[in-house]
């Protein structure tokens, strides 16, 4: 039985065994692609302004009290400040009044978009958008040591 088999795969062109192979790797990154895509369909976009936002990058998490609730997809750079696009599970309800604001773990630690929420009612989820229109820049050691030099003359 097995000689039959083995008989019969080298019967098949070896054209015949990279179409096969080819079409393997194609429902391969497919299915990859549609897994990854699955948590981004349950999620809901923010856009937030800026004045400086060093240490943010496209892979940057956003937190409420520690927690991952979203990340950052996009910065952008305008001529009124920077703009970072990113999404939010929508399974969160996050205030109106809610400021968002750029922390960092410890002195050196790695920066995370911090959300802390308000008291108000909870932003509206039918547009598929939240807009943060208070924000707090983030802070580094280099301009804490320049406001230090800076009195210091």
Same mark, same amino acid.
């Given at each position: 039985?097995?000689?039959?088999?083995?008989?019969?795969?080298?019967?098949?062109?070896? %054209?015949?065994?990279?179409?096969?192979?080819?079409?393997?790797?194609?429902?391969? &990154?497919?299915?990859?692609?549609?897994?990854?895509?699955?948590?981004? #369909?349950?999620?809901?976009?923010?856009?937030?302004?800026?004045?400086?936002?060093?240490?943010?990058?496209?892979?940057?998490?956003? @937190?409420?009290?520690?927690?991952?609730?979203?990340?950052?997809? %996009?910065?952008?750079?305008?001529?009124?400040?920077?703009?970072?696009?990113?999404?939010?599970?929508? %399974?969160? #309800?996050?205030?109106?009044?809610?400021?968002?604001? &750029?922390?960092?773990?410890?002195?050196?630690?790695?920066?995370?978009?911090?959300?802390?929420?308000?008291?108000?009612?909870?932003?509206? %989820?039918?547009?598929? @958008?939240?807009?943060?229109? @208070?924000? @707090?820049?983030?802070?580094?050691?280099?301009?804490?040591?320049?406001?230090?030099?800076?009195? #210091?003359?």
């Amino acid at each position: 039985m097995a000689t039959e088999i083995i008989r019969e795969i080298d019967l098949l062109d070896s %054209k015949y065994h990279l179409k096969v192979g080819i079409f393997f790797c194609f429902i391969i &990154i497919i299915i990859f692609y549609i897994l990854k895509n699955i948590n981004n #369909n349950n999620s809901i976009t923010f856009t937030a302004s800026f004045n400086y936002v060093e240490g943010i990058n496209s892979n940057t998490e956003v @937190q409420i009290a520690g927690i991952k609730v979203g990340g950052v997809n %996009k910065i952008n750079l305008l001529s009124e400040g920077i703009t970072i696009d990113g999404y939010i599970d929508s %399974k969160y #309800n996050i205030p109106e009044d809610s400021i968002m604001k &750029i922390k960092s773990n410890g002195i050196f630690g790695r920066k995370t978009l911090s959300i802390e929420p308000g008291f108000g009612e909870d932003m509206d %989820k039918t547009n598929y @958008q939240y807009i943060f229109n @208070q924000t @707090q820049d983030s802070y580094s050691v280099d301009m804490f040591f320049r406001y230090l030099n800076n009195l #210091n003359e």
